[in-house]
């Protein structure tokens, strides 16, 4: 009979486990229940597909979420994973295994904060899954004091913690690692994050170690050097879909659109289902001016956006922008109006389909339309509060072609000044002002009201470190008040009374403006790392003064 | 049935992907097949019969056997496509042998075989986990077909390659197979095979490459057990 040395993972009790089954057959889906209540399991739930899956994981905790790669119609289980992901609906502790019939045939290389903790090949017995499952809780407990403290998004301490389970490693070295270079990629020591990523390739040449430190020398600036990453792991491993998306985004930042537009339509090809990359795509052609290809980039992001949340008025402007400029004024009219059905006339909707409008019709030489059109998108655009950048370029154009040069003037210059440090932002504007033939115009206006912007900043550093750290708060106060968009200068605003408070002790007025400052940088990007940094920041003083949120 | 059916109306889908997807398609119907025998086990009529019990037994192992075979064919036609790309990780190997010792030993219940894991503390290595067990599995089935009792799994450190073994207690390879350096085509490695399981576990060792060095497999007699001695060099 068969005899084996110890069980080395600790054993788990799965009957306090909820598990989730997903699974498109029915036949499986059973069978799989059978296999898990082998183990103890006894609160088991079970999807069909993934709209199923996500509905049961909004309404209850899961433990440990078996989910086979194909799901029939509707997404497969690497796009329910990344959704869950993104949308944050799985914390770090969950256990999320695929089930494939074969690791490689599935196997899309995609990032890896978006790999699941394991894969099951098909066919397993009920002792390998037990094997799996125990290894993966053990894991998890291993790394859990990591994940709590990331929960509180004390990235910090989480290193430090890293660093201390990394004296012992084990089995674990690897994922200690990983976990290490993604917080300081998160924290913004992008040296160090270099550093972490460098030990792992001498260990092992893996892409995404290979990933990280592209990424980290890419956030150094050192763009050279991380296109030469991107483009090895491109070659090396073609469905590593990620480091398409960066490898064009380096080539961008190097000043090459057309390599950027290369590497994209290259990988639209391979993935065309991909919305924000489609989106990319279509806004990189629309840059080197090769209208055809962003018309077939933008179609694609509605075509395959119409049933998802993530399409946007702004998708329907980017399509009609390309008609009128190819001069095709019918069908750019007629997108807008498809725009206002699909968002049932929201303010955001009639706003940028009346811009779009007023320069339509002014094109196809119907000035009346044109006049009626942009009056609307005027006093809309005074009313609408929330405005992404694409309609206030377009309504700057639309500003100039009707003739109404100071409007458009005082929005472009506000445009630039809530995104001075917005590349993209910027280049768009500079773009836009080249096509209507003002381009020394726009890049005059451009630098002059960037470095106001900077200008002001300097003079604040300049108080604090001369000591005035008071008068460097009020000066930045006044800015955040103004640039209320400007995520750059809000956080520095936060910045300085954080500074400023932690010599002179706590003031609730002050601490109240740093949190709306934090939360209004928060809506536009979460992810924004000196937004990460500084809340950090916020708890450690609130903590050190003993002031309870 | 699953995604992978190849649709009627993709009129232009070559033979390649429609063998592919069959393969596929026949790991599905095999792994519910294998959930069926599994289900069988537990039912109250054969738990306590050890003749049925037995010949689920068997008929689980021969399962087993072609899901393993199936695996290695997918995998030799996705190398010889040049689609196959490795997938390595960091991995316990004590637990990869752990996990194979528990897996066979739900398919021998009716073979007075023992097997099990000898040194294999705190090894850890880089690999693909599924070609590695793949490679080891076929190497355990094939030491099942002719061990007199006893099967080891170990694992050790060797000129810097991570070096796995499985090794039994039979009369050993025939000498003309190790004269050949165990690549004899017509090598009875399989149970009653071709040479497929040999070829598959030297095609996915030398897939592993790190620092100039490639991994490789041994055939030998030089085991504690005096048997056959299988070895997977991984760099």
């Given at each position: 009979?068969a005899v084996?040395?110890?069980?080395?993972?600790?054993?788990v009790?799965?009957?306090?486990?909820?598990?989730?089954?997903?699974?498109?057959?029915?036949?499986?889906?059973?069978?799989?229940?059978?296999?898990?209540?082998?183990?103890?399991?006894?609160?088991?739930?079970?999807?069909?597909?993934?709209?199923?899956?996500?509905?049961?994981?909004?309404?209850?905790?899961?433990?440990?979420?078996?989910?086979?790669?194909?799901?029939?119609?509707?997404?497969?289980?690497?796009?329910?994973?990344?959704?869950?992901?993104r949308?944050?609906?799985?914390?770090?502790?969950?256990?999320?295994?695929?089930?494939?019939?074969?690791?490689?045939?599935?196997?899309?290389v995609?990032?890896?904060?978006?790999?699941?903790?394991?894969?099951?090949?098909?066919?397993?017995?009920?002792?390998?899954?037990?094997?799996?499952?125990?290894?993966?809780?053990?894991?998890?407990?291993?790394?859990?004091?990591?994940?709590?403290?990331?929960?509180?998004?004390?990235?910090?301490?989480?290193?430090?913690?890293?660093?201390?389970?990394?004296?012992?490693?084990?089995?674990?070295?690897?994922?200690?690692?990983?976990?290490?270079?993604?917080?300081?990629?998160l924290?913004?020591?992008?040296?160090?994050?270099?550093?972490?990523?460098?030990?792992?390739?001498?260990?092992?040449?893996?892409?995404?170690?290979?990933?990280?430190?592209?990424?980290?020398?890419?956030?150094?600036?050192?763009?050279?050097?991380?296109?030469?990453?991107?483009?090895?792991?491109?070659?090396?491993?073609?469905?590593?879909?990620?480091?398409?998306?960066?490898?064009?985004?380096?080539?961008?930042?190097?000043?090459?659109?057309?390599?950027?537009?290369?590497?994209?339509?290259?990988?639209?090809?391979?993935?065309?289902?991909?919305?924000?990359?489609?989106?990319?795509?279509?806004?990189?052609?629309?840059h080197?001016?090769?209208?055809?290809?962003?018309q077939e980039?933008?179609?694609?992001?509605?075509?395959?956006?119409?049933?998802?949340?993530?399409?946007?008025?702004?998708?329907?402007?980017?399509?009609?922008?390309?008609?009128?400029?190819?001069?095709?004024?019918t069908?750019?009219?007629s997108?807008?109006?498809?725009?206002?059905?699909?968002?049932?006339?929201?303010?955001?909707?009639?706003?940028?389909?009346?811009?779009?409008?007023?320069?339509?019709?002014?094109k196809?030489g119907?000035?009346?339309?044109?006049?009626?059109?942009?009056?609307?998108?005027?006093?809309?655009?005074?009313?609408?509060?929330?405005?992404?950048?694409?309609?206030?370029?377009?309504?700057?154009r639309?500003?100039?072609?009707?003739?109404?040069?100071?409007?458009?003037?005082?929005?472009?210059?506000?445009?630039?000044?809530?995104?001075?440090?917005?590349?993209?932002?910027?280049?768009?504007?500079e773009?836009?002002?080249?096509?209507?033939?003002?381009h020394?115009?726009?890049?005059?206006?451009?630098?002059?009201?960037?470095?106001?912007?900077?200008?002001l900043?300097?003079?604040?550093?300049?108080?604090?470190?001369?000591?005035?750290?008071?008068?460097?708060?009020?000066?930045?106060?006044?800015?955040?008040?103004?640039?209320g968009?400007?995520?750059?200068?809000?956080?520095?605003?936060?910045?300085?009374?954080?500074?400023y408070l932690?010599?002179?002790?706590?003031?609730?007025?002050?601490?109240?403006?740093?949190?709306?400052?934090?939360?209004?940088?928060?809506?536009?990007?979460?992810?924004?790392?000196?937004?990460?940094?500084?809340?950090?920041?916020?708890?450690?003083?609130?903590?050190?003064?003993?002031?309870?949120? | 049935?699953?995604?992978?059916?190849?649709?009627?109306?993709?009129?232009?889908?070559?033979?390649?992907?429609?063998?592919?997807?069959?393969?596929?398609?026949?790991?599905?119907?095999?792994?519910?097949?294998?959930n069926?025998?599994?289900?069988?086990?537990?039912?109250?009529?054969?738990?306590?019969?050890?003749?049925?019990?037995?010949?689920?037994?068997?008929?689980?192992?021969?399962?087993?056997?072609?899901?393993?075979?199936?695996?290695?064919?997918?995998?030799?036609?996705?190398?010889?496509?040049?689609?196959?790309?490795?997938?390595?990780?960091?991995?316990?190997?004590c637990?990869?042998?752990?996990?194979?010792?528990?897996?066979?030993?739900?398919?021998?219940?009716?073979r007075?075989?023992?097997?099990?894991?000898?040194?294999?503390?705190?090894?850890?290595?880089?690999?693909?986990?599924?070609?590695?067990?793949?490679?080891?599995?076929?190497?355990?089935?094939?030491?099942?077909?002719?061990?007199?009792?006893?099967?080891?799994?170990?694992v050790?450190?060797?000129?810097?390659?991570?070096?796995?073994?499985v090794?039994?207690?039979?009369?050993?390879?025939?000498?003309?197979?190790?004269?050949?350096g165990?690549?004899?085509?017509?090598?009875?490695?399989c149970?009653?095979?071709t040479?497929?399981?040999?070829?598959?576990?030297?095609?996915?060792?030398?897939?592993?490459?790190?620092?100039?060095?490639?991994?490789?497999?041994?055939?030998?007699?030089?085991?504690?057990m005096?048997?056959?001695?299988?070895?997977?060099?991984?760099?």
């Open positions: 009979m084996f040395s110890g069980q080395k993972n600790t054993p009790d799965f009957k306090d486990k909820t598990f989730l089954v997903i699974d498109d057959i029915i036949g499986v889906r059973s069978s799989m229940r059978i296999t898990i209540s082998t183990l103890g399991g006894v609160k088991i739930d079970m999807a069909a597909n993934a709209a199923d899956a996500i509905n049961k994981i909004e309404h209850r905790t899961y433990d440990i979420i078996l989910c086979d790669y194909f799901l029939g119609e509707g997404k497969d289980g690497q796009q329910l994973l990344e959704e869950l992901k949308r944050r609906m799985i914390k770090s502790a969950t256990i999320f295994m695929m089930v494939t019939a074969e690791r490689s045939y599935e196997k899309v995609s990032a890896v904060e978006l790999a699941p903790d394991d894969y099951l090949i098909k066919p397993f017995s009920g002792e390998v899954l037990r094997l799996r499952l125990e290894r993966l809780v053990n894991k998890k407990t291993f790394l859990a004091p990591i994940f709590d403290l990331m929960e509180g998004q004390e990235f910090r301490k989480s290193v430090q913690v890293c660093d201390q389970r990394l004296q012992a490693p084990g089995p674990y070295l690897l994922d200690l690692l990983r976990l290490k270079g993604e917080l300081l990629l924290v913004s020591d992008f040296a160090s994050a270099c550093e972490v990523y460098k030990h792992i390739l001498t260990l092992r040449e893996i892409p995404w170690a290979r990933m990280g430190l592209a990424k980290a020398q890419y956030f150094q600036e050192n763009f050279e050097a991380a296109a030469e990453g991107f483009q090895q792991i491109v070659a090396e491993h073609p469905n590593y879909m990620s480091a398409y998306d960066w490898l064009a985004k380096t080539h961008s930042a190097l000043g090459d659109e057309a390599a950027a537009q290369r590497v994209l339509m290259e990988v639209v090809a391979k993935s065309p289902r991909m919305l924000q990359r489609q989106k990319d795509l279509g806004e990189t052609a629309y080197n001016e090769d209208l055809e290809t962003a980039a933008f179609e694609s992001v509605l075509e395959f956006g119409k049933f998802s949340s993530f399409a946007e008025p702004e998708d329907y402007a980017n399509l009609s922008r390309v008609f009128l400029d190819k001069g095709e004024y069908q750019a009219l997108v807008m109006g498809n725009a206002r059905k699909a968002f049932e006339n929201s303010d955001e909707v009639m706003l940028h389909a009346a811009v779009m409008d007023s320069m339509i019709h002014d196809a119907d000035k009346a339309a044109a006049e009626q059109a942009f009056s609307e998108a005027q006093k809309l655009f005074e009313t609408v509060a929330e405005k992404p950048e694409s309609i206030a370029l377009d309504m700057v639309a500003c100039y072609q009707h003739g109404d040069k100071a409007m458009g003037e005082k929005i472009a210059q506000n445009l630039v000044k809530n995104n001075h440090d917005n590349a993209a932002v910027l280049k768009r504007t773009q836009m002002f080249q096509r209507m033939g003002l020394d115009q726009g890049k005059e206006l451009i630098h002059a009201s960037s470095r106001e912007v900077i200008a900043n300097n003079r604040a550093v300049k108080l604090a470190q001369a000591g005035d750290l008071k008068g460097s708060v009020e000066l930045l106060m006044q800015a955040a008040e103004q640039l968009n400007n995520n750059v200068v809000v956080l520095n605003a936060a910045h300085a009374i954080l500074t932690g010599q002179t002790g706590w003031d609730e007025e002050l601490a109240l403006a740093v949190r709306g400052y934090l939360d209004s940088v928060k809506q536009r990007d979460p992810e924004h790392k000196k937004y990460l940094m500084l809340s950090t920041v916020y708890k450690d003083l609130s903590a050190k003064f003993g002031v309870n949120k | 049935m699953k995604e992978s059916t190849i649709r009627g109306e993709d009129a232009d889908v070559d033979f390649a992907t429609i063998f592919a997807a069959n393969i596929h398609e026949i790991k599905n119907l095999l792994f519910l097949h294998f069926a025998i599994e289900g069988a086990c537990n039912e109250s009529w054969a738990r306590d019969n050890p003749a049925a019990t037995a010949s689920l037994s068997r008929i689980k192992y021969g399962s087993a056997k072609i899901g393993q075979r199936l695996a290695h064919v997918l995998a030799l036609y996705r190398i010889a496509q040049g689609r196959y790309e490795l997938d390595v990780d960091y991995h316990d190997a637990e990869v042998l752990r996990e194979i010792v528990v897996e066979t030993h739900s398919l021998i219940d009716d007075s075989i023992g097997i099990s894991v000898g040194s294999c503390e705190d090894l850890y290595g880089f690999f693909d986990r599924e070609m590695v067990r793949g490679i080891l599995v076929n190497a355990v089935h094939n030491s099942l077909h002719y061990a007199k009792g006893k099967i080891l799994l170990s050790a450190l060797e000129d810097g390659f991570l070096r796995f073994r090794e039994d207690d039979s009369q050993g390879y025939p000498s003309e197979i190790l004269e050949n165990g690549r004899s085509a017509k090598l009875d490695l149970g009653g095979g040479g497929l399981g040999l070829y598959f576990s030297e095609t996915v060792a030398a897939l592993h490459r790190n620092q100039g060095k490639v991994g490789f497999t041994r055939l030998s007699n030089d085991g504690s005096h048997g056959a001695v299988f070895s997977l060099y991984l760099p």
